[in-house]
């Protein structure tokens, strides 16, 4: 955790001045792929997946040291080769868990958080989930295990792999000429994420594009069918935190309400999108017919609104951060207290952003919890150490954001909630 944490400190601000650049890129040519609302979404969605991870909230089923303990038949040497190996193994798996994630009722919840966005840009690759708490699918990594790959090799590959997702993730770049026939491409994973039905459930694969090429998932962007982007039912929400939930709670709501008592097991295991007949009937969920026609969930946002909550999300950043460099310092049980607050946090800044008027009582409630955690420790986890005002500046901020919070909340109840935007 404590390492995971030291190299977030310099990853999260490289990938915040790479979505900025972008917009600003966008900007300047006329052609800005990044929505105020929608980036705040995105970065506020990565903040709580890297939050969770730091925290260790997820367990596997399966560890990697212990399939290779148990059935290499070989031990390849430290070497450029076994990194390579290892490289190629993590993808093989990659591949084939986001296919998974895409074709069950059950796994999509821990996906959808990712193709949320009706943007395509980089910040939309921050979009990572925070609802999948048992890890499952090691047993991808059964070539690597066989070879005998040490286990801290994969460690070592495994974020590096990650991070290599990150570039491709944007509007900006066109077709790579003799590229597009090995790696994944921005022009790849534009029709990965696009709701057209001739794009749907295409290219899966996350750093080499061989693998769609050879299990029959490949699709070219076409120059006549323009990508466009998100799910095909809606999230029609900035919070990151409802996002990863409301999967799951379709598939619980429809298995507690249908009568057919097969149906109850079935729906979890059948293909995505699958509702059993009388639920469906009985509780229809809006699905986009037409993708050329369907508008954007959009949310009016004053300049004020806007100002506000890019304050929120800056402070967000500078606790994430000190968590981050303090994870072994603040220890158990505290960093946990610490990550409750991160997350009621983004989903209060967020639920204002959706111009929700009970994001004031959210807002209340973070905040009476912070007050509680500087009773907990009152120099805020060692930080009034390094500087003396921090306690007193902290105690300021947490009076002064309600009473913000509760100012835009009145003016909710007095103006329209949600509009479009042509898609």
Known sequence: ???????????????????????????YRGHDTVRLNDMISSLSSGITNVTKDVLGLSVAIITYGWLEQRVALTEIPVTWLSYAVAFIALDFSGYWVHRISHQYNIFWNSHIVHHSSEEFNLACALRQSISSFVRLFT?????????????????????????????????????????????????????????????????????????????????????DEPCVYGVTRPVRTWNPIRINFMHLWLLIRDAWYTSGRKDKLKIWFMPLGWRPADVASRFPVYKIEDVHTYDKFDTPSSAGLIAWVVVQMSMLLAFTSYLFANVAAIGAPSIFYYGAFIFLTVYSYTELLDRRPLAFYWEMLRCMFGVFLLYLSPDWFGAGRMFDLIPLMLKSYLLISPLVSAVFCYGFLRSPKVTGSRG
């Open 1 to 27: 955790m404590e390492a995971y944490g030291k190299i977030l400190l310099i990853a999260m601000p490289s990938f915040l001045i790479l979505v900025l650049l972008e917009k600003a890129y966008g900007w």
């Open 139 to 223: 047993i991808f990594l059964l070539p690597a295990a066989l070879l005998g790959i040490p286990p801290q090799v994969i460690g070592t590959i495994a974020p590096i792999h990650l991070f290599a997702q990150f570039w491709y993730h944007t509007r900006h770049i066109g077709k790579m000429g003799f590229l597009e026939k090995i790696i994944v491409t921005p022009s790849h994973h534009r029709v990965h994420h696009a709701i057209n039905p001739v794009y749907l459930d295409k290219n899966y694969g996350q750093i080499f594009i061989l693998w769609d090429k050879w299990f029959g998932t490949y699709q070219e962007e076409l120059a």
